[in-house]
Structures are given as structure tokens and as C-alpha cells.
């Protein structure tokens, strides 16, 4: 993760307008591309993680997602898979939720392609990025949400789990 790494610039319909540098899009709150993605293990049981004290953003913060950003020219899917073998040494097929715009914050601006894996595999936890983790259950996951002090995007993938929650346990039977 380099300050230079080049990211695609979009508008809020998503649509590519320019590029910038990861730098730049933090510090300017221009709107550029990222993935998230829940995982799930063939019981059914979501994975929930602190992230590492050394990230930059919300260090230490807990999420029931790993994410990444779409470096210039990636299209989501080559990202997501590209996340998921790096942070979690993850090798399975992701599958799509859906899209939303995550804005908090000026400076904090991302389109966001969210997805989930069903996993049958141990992870590989990249530890720079994720200091933690442990499976719990889809139920358990509100009481969680009043335990600890989460990234700010939770509210949202928290609802979007739940929507699509019949969907998901669909896949994994």
C-alpha cells in the first residue's frame, strides 16, 4: 500500500471522470472505488475481526468486513479476489451483494462493491491488517455491534447482511 498507489477517480454514478493517487483521494475527499466482503464459513458463521493497531484508518476498530481499494483500471471482481488472497489467504468464489456509496467524513468519499465468500478453508490472516478474528454466528452479530467500537461503515453492511441474509444461507447449504 503506497501514498502513490493510482486509484480511478468516479463520479457518484460510478463512472470513471479521471485518476488520482491514494494520497490524494484521502486528503481531497475525491470520490474513488472500493470493495468489502463478509465471510462465511460452511457452518454458516460470519467472521468477525479487529483491525490491525497499524492501520491508518480506524486502527483497531472492529467490522464483520475486509475490504480493499480498486487500484486504477482493476475492475471490482479482480479486486475483491485479489483482497481476499492477501488479507485472508482466501482462494474462493466471491459472490456479489450489491453497491453502495460510503461517505463519512470530508475526506472519506469511496463507492463501494460489497460481496461474500463461503469459505472451506483456514484463513491466512495478514496480520498488518487484521490483529484478530473469530467466527461467530449470523444471530450473534447485533449483540457484537454493542460490545466493541466498529468502522463506520457498519450500519450499512450490517443492513445489507440482513437483507440479503436468506440469500446468503442459501449458498452456503
Known sequence: MSSTEPFDVVDDE???VGDTTRWEAHQNGIIHRSVMFFIFNK?????????????PFNPGAYSIVLGGHV???DSYEETVVREAEEEAGITAKPYFIANFKSRFKERDKENVALYYFVI???L???KYE???GRFVDIDDVKDEL?????????ETIYKLLMENRDKIIRKID
Do not use: M, V
Open 43 to 55: 457452518k454458516g458463521k460470519l467472521f468477525l475481526n479487529q483491525r490491525s493497531s497499524n492501520k
Open 130 to 132: 487484521i490483529g484478530s
Open 71 to 73: 487500484t486504477k483500471g
Open 120 to 122: 472451506d478453508q483456514e
Open 146 to 154: 454493542g460490545k466493541h467500537s466498529f468502522i463506520p461503515e457498519t
Open 14 to 16: 460510478d463512472k470513471i
Open 124 to 126: 491466512k490472516l495478514d
